[in-house]
């Protein structure tokens, strides 16, 4: 799968995708669920 279907498939534009891999980018928690979750990761904030 191409990083642009990967997009498509996590409903995320290719842009901010490329942004997020070339650390151009600070995503918010929401948007990096969508890109780990279809792996089966979770991403967890936790205050302390």
Do not use: C, H
């Amino acid at each position: 799968m191409s990083q642009t279907q990967y997009a498509v498939f996590i409903d995320l534009s290719a842009k901010t995708l490329w942004d997020i891999e070339k650390g151009n980018t600070d995503p918010i928690l929401s948007v990096l669920s969508k890109v780990f979750r279809p792996a089966g990761m979770n991403i967890i904030a936790q205050a302390e």
